[in-house]
């Protein structure tokens, strides 16, 4: 409705709109982010992921237009404007290269969009590839270099965002919400790096548009495949072989194919302490139409990995998870412009006990169909609008055996109804993005008092304003209200979860909410060297824990606490042709409180420090050293034994004789802290051609100085274990 | 600050160095014992908690003193044990008790208790008890004036078997019910603590019904007689128990024996303490007996 009447607005003034595409010379991909601009009028716009753009009332003319963006050469045309229907003008940018002393390269700088949000970071292809790889190129590992976003382990690609638990991050590829998109114990993404066109990553207080998920989003949009020719990439590394392909069907279709299959896991052993044989495959399909305004496209992805233990005791493992989903991107009338997606995800984990031993099956299936319309309306200046629906279904399946020995199976179905309306504007210096982001079944269940919450947790609120001064600065203040009913139910003390269950908030129990907010300073210190500072508060209105007061079966599972994290990121960026510098330093601090007893969650971690330099040198060679610092996480120490006597059925002599069992006594929950994570990465890539072939050859050291980060740690036999120790690997891939 | 990196990591920390209490008073005894141990690093502390133990009550502070008792251990087998003991302390129903424990060594601590009002009940077909066989069920009806904790009712015959000259006495329990493992074995299943029923109409008592399957007396009977073949059997009484234990007992009895919710997902393990100050539990019992005199 919100849209309606914005788009139902009459035109402020008379002309004529333009509109048009911004592709990439060198395979066809149209390009998300380029700014078009019309000289002499002071009008333009950038292009939408489907790299469409539209100017809305140029008046008769001819004029200087001019396309650009991030790593591609500028180019200018003539363009006469006239006549009744819309100016079509398409633009080709070929990649821009720049020769500095001999070295070539092929762009640099971080795509930043700040004006999208308060905390949003996006990374691109360039930036994927020229970080050292930990063992082989990760989406996830890529995503850990930002500043907020901390992993608990090398083992884990899992990742907390501001002091935000695992599962509240919501991951989307091409729009589809992927629940468990992690191989080999959660160390690599399950997403091929070769497929990606963008990573955009909120790191609080996202917009209206995204809901369901309490702490970030993580945006992957892949390519949409070379419409220009048949193009390959092949490669190899300790862990996987990949191959990727992509290419044009006809005029207007293209597609890209990937697969990654495991070779060995003998280097994989390297980050897992013990003997645990794992392997894993993913594939991903995609074909795009492109019409003259958008495209229609379809997608399916596939992952899977396999734990076969060769202990006779230990359970077999196996791993699934796949998405489908089609779109279609157009423009709906000469001011609307529609994304509409139908997908379906679905998650699996299986426990596979090995005959003759006692421990239980389990499984934990998860899936979800969900439509999902996105209405942008154009409007003048740089006012946009933009709203829309999403409705989704989750079903969850969970079997599996309690403490008590009993079978037990959960499973339900539930419906999810979000829509959101979003405007954003400029007064002057001053901008401003309003929006709000219900969901509509929870608040009808709050209504109808069936679940216990508030309005304001319901209607989600979403508002950003910004100061715009000294041509590059940019002053944000944003605050934004998230809630989330389908949760995971592992144990965040876990280091490694081999068996997470999704499932829904029952329904006495308050939906998971959280309050963000942030404040945000940033633009260019000087040309090559860009500052970014924000500070953030969550404030965690009711998040699901375990009931540490349970004790009988009426006593409920999961309680609602409390909790907050706050910080402060500062980070920097100095791209310049041949050196790329960047450095982050975060100071936070989270708090989660249950039954009124504080404590800091197990990733909770005070300081961290990135960087990350990398050299170009003559003859295509880079190098770069990647070292990360944090401040060590949380433990619970031991603090000693006690006797629990028997009770001896509390019969005819009730005085407890024996002596009973040996039980821990642990300390202050989370209160000590582990040593200091440091670790120093290292990698060498030398690019070269050979014909029409390029190839990269790539030697990485991970834990260069040889770190001893403790990964864990038994209690029981006082054995610790260590990360990834000094590791040597390196990699080969070949592109045509 | 940022922490120096030459942290070592601790597994151990500081010993939290706690009393460990355990003190159940029985509301129908005039001499009342607690046990009193602490917290330890590696192994357990055998030796006695020195400490001065009082529980203070209306009519004031009873002072424990230490002794030794003899109780059978974990496995049966009769141990000496360190305690403190009140003689010619019987608690009152409705009264609040706090103990308080102070050590030298190992801090204070410090719980309390309500003490329970007198449960009762009945055996309503008492002739199928001594009869047995002409009803399918045993039945009685319990009360309760404390409308808390948990009870249990057992069911206790009295035989005696003719070995040689001398008539020798034993129990069996009767159990609620059997089922087969997978050997074809019997597993009996006895009665153990339930809540207490909830009270209607907002009153300070309730009742409830308890029932006793005459075929597992019976056969409990039969097993007697089979366990001593050719001997001459007679079974001299009917012995019905009904505890009574409060909402502490309950709670750290329940964790006990092992959590039986068929309904969570969750995979932790709870404690229980109702000690201020330290670990254990404090809490007080009650109990009724009647017996049946059997025909020999």
Known sequence: MFVLIIATKPAQSEGIDVRGTVVDSSNGERLTGASVTIEGLGKGALTNLQGFYLILNVPPGTYRISASAVGYSQVVRLLPVGGQGPVIADFVLATRLIEVEGVTIESVGMDEQPERSASIHVISPLDLKSLPPTLQQDVFRSVALLPGVTSTSDVSARFYVRGGAADQNLILLDGMKLFNPFHAFGSLSTFDPEIVKSVEVYSG?????????????LNVTSRDGNRSRIAGRAGINFISSELALEGPAGDDIGWIMSVRKS???????????????????DAFLKGTMATTTGNIGLRGFLSADDITPADPQQPEHAWRSSAFGGSFSGLLTDRIYVDLLASYTRAEVQRIPKP???????????????????FAVYAED?????????????????SLTTRAGVQREFRDTNVEWWIWARYQWWMGIVGFDLGVNPELTSLFDIVLGNKPGYFLQSAQPRLMAMVSFGNTWLAKASFGVYTQNLITMNNEDDLISLFDAWLYLPLKLRPETAYHYVLGLEGKLFPPLSASLQAYIKDYRSITLYNPDKIFPEDPDYISGRGVSSGVEVLLRYAAPILDLYGSYTLSRARVESQNVPYAPRYDRAHVVKTMGTIHLPL????????EYGSGYPYTQNAGYYSRLGLGGLGSDPFPGGEGTSMRVLGPKNEARLPAYSRLDGSVTWQFNIESIRGTLGLTVLNLSGERNILYYDRTTGVTDYMIPFLPSAFIAVEF | MVPACNQTFEPDGAYDQRLVVYGILSMTSDTQYVRIMS????????????????????AGNVHFNDTTVVRPDDLGTPTSYFVYAANGFKPQPGWTYVINISTPLHGTARGSTLGLKSPDFYVKNPADVTNPGRTEWIDASA????????????????FQVLVGASWVTGYIEIPKGAVFDASGNHIFEYPTFGRVPIASLNLDYTTTEIRFSTEQYLAARERIASQNPGL????????????????????????????????????????????????????????VRHEILLNP
């Open chain 1, 382 to 398: 740089r006012d946009h609008a933009s709203g829309g629906f999403e409705i989704s279904f989750p079903s969850y399946q969970n």
């Open chain 1, 356 to 374: 003759a031993t006692l421990i239980p099956t389990a499984s934990s299936k998860i899936a979800e169909a969900s439509l999902r319309a996105e």
């Open chain 2, 232 to 287: 001459p059997v007679q079974f001299t009484r009917a012995l019905f128990t009904l505890t009574q234990i409060d909402d502490a007992l309950y709670n750290y009895f329940y964790i006990l024996n092992g959590p039986k919710d068929l309904g969570t997902t969750r995979l932790d393990i709870p404690d229980y303490t109702n000690i201020s100050g330290g670990l254990g539990v404090f809490g007080c019992r009650y109990e």
């Open chain 2, 143 to 158: 009360s309760f004036n404390s409308v808390r904790g948990a009870f249990v009712l057992r069911f206790v015959v009295e």
């Open chain 2, 39 to 58: 917290t330890y690093q590696t192994s357990p502390i055998n030796e006695q908690v020195r400490a001065v133990v009082d529980v203070a009550g209306l």
């Open chain 1, 620 to 627: 295509r060679v880079d190098m770069t050293l990647r070292w």
């Open chain 1, 263 to 281: 070779l060995s896991d003998k280097a994989l052993k390297r980050f897992v302490p013990h003997e645990v044989p794992n392997a894993f495959h």
């Open chain 1, 205 to 217: 207080a996202f917009p209206a548009g995204y809901g369901g998920r309490l702490s970030s989003v």
